[in-house]
């Protein structure tokens, strides 16, 4: 596609429960990273993705961390057992060189 | 690992100029910027690999002392579309490597 798509915009979930977050790069590019922002803070590294393979995983914060990348285009970051303190904004960004382009990322917020 | 940002904020008015710092305690690869504004995902504005290296396009441009291991961000006569808050990243490897962000420098122009 023309940008970083990602899916849904919005995800409100209750504290305990599941949830995926799917991040669609750029036609192309072989990079993925997954990011998550708090309010006034910059953007978190949590994981990065060379083709299908995690080359990185040094910020995802717990177990409770997965993303997967099966194809080496679609990336689904998944969040078991959600708890208040994962609220923040979930940026996907993809890059075939040296600057990345950002999704408008998935606004999670665990009640 | 993460860079220091200064300022944490700045006010000018329309048509002044600004400087915005980053450093790192550790030996840099490359020095990212990107600007956010609220609500929207980060944007790429410029990348420097090499020490001394000056880049920029129009009124905005940047440096980078590899020595020192600090980048600087240059607003030149700033127009109101120039407010956000700016982030500077760094990535310490190579140029698959991560880029960790700062905390960001909030930028506001008054007309």
């Known amino acids: 596609g023309a940008g970083v798509s990602q899916t849904p915009s919005n995800k409100v979930t209750e504290k305990g429960k599941y949830v995926e977050l799917r991040c669609d790069p750029i036609?192309?590019?072989?990079?993925l990273y997954w990011y998550r922002q708090s309010l006034g803070q910059g953007p978190e590294f949590l994981i990065y993705?060379?083709?299908?393979?995690?080359?990185?995983d040094s910020g995802l914060p717990n177990d409770r961390f997965f993303a997967v990348r099966p194809e080496g285009s679609v990336s689904t970051l998944k969040i078991q057992r959600t708890e208040r303190g994962d609220s923040a904004v979930y940026l996907c960004?993809?890059?075939?060189?040296?600057?990345?382009?950002f999704g408008s990322g998935t606004r999670l917020t665990v009640v | 690992q993460q860079p220091v940002q200064s300022p944490q904020a700045v006010i000018l008015r329309e048509g002044e100029d600004a400087v915005i710092n980053c450093s790192s305690s550790?030996?840099?690869?490359?020095v990212h910027w990107y600007r956010q504004k609220h609500g929207e995902a980060p944007v790429f504005l410029m990348i420097l690999l090499k020490g001394g290296e000056q880049k920029g396009h129009e009124k905005i441009s940047a440096s980078f002392n590899e020595k020192k291991q600090q980048s600087s961000l240059y607003l030149t006569a700033s127009q109101l579309s120039y407010s956000g808050t700016y982030f500077c990243g760094t990535a310490y490897m190579n140029r698959d490597d991560k880029i960790i962000f700062g905390k960001g420098t909030r930028l506001h122009i008054l007309p």
């Open positions: 993705f060379q083709g299908t393979g995690a080359a990185d």
């Open positions: 036609s192309g590019h072989t990079a």
């Open positions: 550790k030996a840099l690869y490359s």
């Open positions: 960004a993809s890059s075939s060189g040296l600057s990345y382009t």
